[in-house]
Structure formats: structure tokens, C-alpha cells
Nanobody, 123 residues
Framework: QVELVESGGGLVQAGGSLRLSCAAS????????MGWFRQAPGKEREFVAA????????SHADSVKGRFLISRDNAKNTVYLQMNSLKPEDTAVYHC????????????????WGQGTQVTVSS
């Protein structure tokens, strides 16, 4: 199990960019697939992106494909979410999550979660 802390959220105008970071304290970080999920008020939690432990395989939700990019630096025990061309509908609390083994689109497969960081996109 790893401990995760997100940072990098904030307020940005539509069309702008943000980079979220998720720092992990565990010593087995490279064994963990990592994912990003988001949840807006009144909506269900939504899959955003995921990456394999070694970083060789990634997946992005259709709603963010071409705009967002997940990456990781195992030497720094950190996973990133680069968000470009932000839209008001991207406004949500963003959580990073991790699990041993392969990545998943489903939140229930992840065993470690960060506290979340707020992203607000104004029009």
C-alpha cells in the first residue's frame, strides 16, 4: 500500500492548462498501476486516465482524450496529469489512486487514494 497526496489544482480560465501531481510515499510505487478519477457535485465519480506501473501503457477517457495526458516518474515516486484546453465541464475534485498490478477503469479495484485536489474552470 502507498500513501498518495495530490497537488496542482486551482482556478483557471477555459482554454487554459494545469498539471496535477500525485506524490507517493510507498517503497513499492513502481509495482502500482495508477489512475486519475474526478467527481463533480451531483455526479458520479468518473474515470479520467490510467497508467501501468512501468509507464508503458496508458488509457484516457474519451471525454479527455487529446487534451489530457497521464505520465509517471518512478524515480520521483510521482504520477502526473497534464490538462490542456480545459473546459468548464472539467470542473471537479480530482483524485489519484493506485493498485498493485494492472490498471483498471473501475474505481473499486484501486486500494490507495489521495485526498483530492479541486480544479475549477471558469468560462
Amino acid at each position: 500500500q502507498v500513501e498518495l497526496v495530490e497537488s496542482g489544482g486551482g482556478l483557471v480560465q477555459a482554454g487554459g492548462s494545469l498539471r496535477l501531481s500525485c506524490a507517493a510515499s510507498g517503497r513499492t510505487f513502481s509495482n502500482y498501476a495508477m489512475g486519475w478519477f474526478r467527481q463533480a457535485p451531483g455526479k458520479e465519480r468518473e474515470f479520467v486516465a490510467a497508467i501501468s506501473g512501468g509507464g508503458g501503457i496508458t488509457s484516457h477517457a474519451d471525454s479527455v482524450k487529446g487534451r489530457f495526458l497521464i505520465s509517471r516518474d518512478n524515480a520521483k515516486n510521482t504520477v502526473y496529469l497534464q490538462m490542456n484546453s480545459l473546459k468548464p465541464e472539467d470542473t471537479a475534485v480530482y483524485h489519484c489512486a493506485g493498485r498493485p498490478g494492472p490498471y483498471s477503469f473501475e474505481a473499486e479495484f484501486y486500494t490507495s487514494w489521495g485526498q483530492g485536489t479541486q480544479v475549477t474552470v471558469s468560462s
